[in-house]
């Protein structure tokens, strides 16, 4: 029995619905070139940040100001602006020369300011889609939900008047209303959510008394929470729906398809297992699909959809009742 992987998304033919996430494995076109090979249906590239727009247009002794992404600290600080946004367009451009698979090309966000001229390059350069990856922090007590929701979708409008090609937006799961951001983006045109994106992680350090890195890679237990949200979003929005966080193996990626991902996105596996992991991720997938007589991919997405489910209330449930009765 032959198995079909191939998939849409966003518009997009993908030869299976694996996609390397952003990060910095796709942040040269040789990474590209390596993920292409190993397998992945699609590549994301690594984010450009905003602070990186910023940091072109001023001093470098102004680069580090309080308040950044730690990450992009971190990057830029590293890097020395090698890859700032020219070389970024130029990352793009060498990308698509060298594969044949779509490339996505990935912005992060924390206001509209920069985007709207440099998405249309990107554009131009030859992406086949643009992921905003959409990150404000919420700590001033004196902004309101609705003063950042309303400027999340002023970011989205803003970038979709100006490009063409698919505009994805990968957001995190802090949202009080997380299924109305979802149905606004839906209603002004976003081709595909990723959800969710994986916030830098802090701990503490309790020999030297100092702040540090938490976990930088995710665990498969993560997986739970994008695959409520997809299960609960599948049917109700009409974009694409992408599981990203905590997916580990082919079994994580047949979870997220029957709940109604269109596709999945992995990044941690990659770095703690190689990027040989996609194609052992594939094989999992084709050996569960044969041994449930499923020759294609539409044949489960959406299947355990909170719509399509017999037991639509679990997916809404918040408290443990009886998963605890005999632990307590
Ligand atoms: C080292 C590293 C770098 C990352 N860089 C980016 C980035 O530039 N842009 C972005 O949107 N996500 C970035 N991410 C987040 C991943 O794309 C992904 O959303 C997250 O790791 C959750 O997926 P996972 O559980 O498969 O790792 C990065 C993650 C890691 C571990």
């Not at 992945?40 to 450009?48: F, Q, R, Y």
């Not at 609705?146 to 090609?165: H, N, P, S, T």
Request: charged residues 25%; contains cysteine; negative net charge.
């Amino acid at each position: 029995m032959m198995v079909n992987l191939s998939t849409k998304y966003a518009g997009l033919n993908l030869r299976n619905p694996i996609i390397a996430a952003s990060s910095s494995l796709s942040s040269t076109s040789e990474g590209v070139r390596r993920l292409a090979e190993a397998g992945a249906g699609a590549v994301v590239l690594k984010s450009l940040f905003e602070e990186q727009m910023q940091a072109e247009a001023k001093y470098l002794d102004q680069v580090f100001e309080p308040g950044w992404h730690p990450e992009a600290r971190e990057y830029v600080g590293r890097l020395g602006m090698e890859i700032g946004p020219r070389e970024y367009l130029k990352l793009v451009e060498e990308a698509k020369k060298t594969v044949s698979i779509p490339i996505i090309a990935s912005l992060n966000c924390i206001s509209p300011k920069w985007w709207v001229n440099y998405a249309n390059q990107i554009e131009e350069a030859g992406a086949d889609a643009i992921e905003l990856n959409i990150s404000l922090m919420p700590s001033d007590p004196n902004l309101r939900s609705q003063d950042i929701e309303q400027l999340f979708l002023k970011i989205f409008e803003e970038v979709k008047a100006v490009v063409d090609i698919p505009l994805m937006v990968k957001i995190g799961p802090y949202f009080t209303s997380l299924a109305w951001m979802a149905k606004e983006l839906d209603k002004r045109g976003v081709s595909a959510l990723v959800l969710f994106n994986r916030f830098y992680q802090l701990d503490i350090d309790v020999d030297k008394l100092k702040i540090t890195h938490g976990h930088r890679f995710s665990s498969p237990e993560e997986m739970s929470l994008p695959l409520r949200w997809i299960a609960l979003l599948r049917g109700r929005v009409k974009c694409d729906l992408v599981a990203s966080t905590g997916v580990h193996d082919g079994f994580g990626v047949i979870k997220q398809l029957l709940v109604g991902a269109t596709a999945v996105q992995i990044c941690s596996t990659l770095y703690l297992k190689g990027i040989k992991q996609i194609n052992l991720i594939l094989e999992e997938i084709e050996s569960w699909m044969k041994t449930h007589n499923f020759d294609s991919i539409n044949q489960i997405r959406g299947k355990l959809s909170q719509l399509q489910s017999d037991q639509p209330e679990v997916y809404e449930r918040l408290q443990y009742i009886k998963a605890m009765v005999g632990i307590e």
